[in-house]
């Protein structure tokens, strides 16, 4: 896909995760080339905006509830088999590969904002990296993703009770002050705890633990 004269990519968005969605925005318009000019849902709300005919590409959630990913791709390839669509999920699901393969400028990627945004940059916005190459390395990696789920899983049963509520106030933006406020303890402790979570998961900064809080879903939790 080549660039518009005026230099700007426009998107279209629908996913109903407000927080990873959020990652996505930012993720997006820290290019100065990139607009946002659809922001849906869903994929009823995609499927109405669709007639103004605006976006360059399209970021679609393939599972979303009133309107699934899958038919508002569906629904927008009627009338439009040229626009790009990346599509994503949380985890490989073949038999989406398998549909998804045979739907024109259609990209099928994991649900992760430092993928999607290396997809973009590098096989829909240019020819840098071929995108079937990554699809058919994804394609194989179905036992990767059990293993990266088991680890996943348990380091989620290794934190404690304290240790998912100081994730949940990092996720929330409470400053290491306002979180030792919170839950009665020293801000210098709070540092400690916030250090040894992230070595502890793998992480690399409060930032990252934010994320880890939306892409496993810690923002649900009950705790």
């Not at 946002?36 to 007639?51: A, F, K, Q, S, T």
């Not at 990913?69 to 490989?92: C, D, Q, V």
């Not at 997809?119 to 194989?140: A, G, H, P, T």
């Amino acid at each position: 896909m080549e660039r518009k004269s005026t230099g700007v990519i426009r998107f279209s968005i629908a996913d109903n995760d407000f927080y990873f969605k959020q990652f996505l925005l930012k993720m997006l318009l820290e290019n100065p080339f990139y607009r946002v000019v659809n922001d849906c849902n869903n994929g009823h709300e995609l499927i109405n905006r669709i007639y103004w005919k605006q976006e360059d590409v399209f970021l679609i959630d393939l599972y979303m509830p009133i309107l699934s990913g899958l038919e508002a791709i569906k629904f927008i390839r009627k009338s439009n088999t040229h626009t790009p669509i990346l599509t994503y999920s949380g985890t490989y699901q073949s038999d989406m590969d398998e549909i998804l393969s045979e739907i024109p400028n259609t990209y099928y990627c994991q649900k992760n904002s430092i993928i999607i945004k290396d997809i973009l940059k590098n096989s829909i916005l240019s020819d840098n990296v071929d995108f079937e190459e990554y699809r058919k390395e994804w394609s194989q990696q179905m036992q990767a993703v059990q293993n990266y789920l088991d680890r996943q899983k348990k380091s989620q049963q290794d934190l404690s009770v304290i240790e998912i509520q100081m994730i949940k106030l990092c996720y929330e933006g409470f400053s290491n002050k306002d979180i030792g406020d919170h839950m009665n303890l020293s801000p210098r402790t709070v540092d400690t705890y916030i250090k040894r979570l992230t070595e502890k998961l793998g992480l690399k900064s409060k930032l990252d633990l934010v994320r880890f809080c939306v892409e496993t879903g810690f923002y649900n939790t009950s705790m």
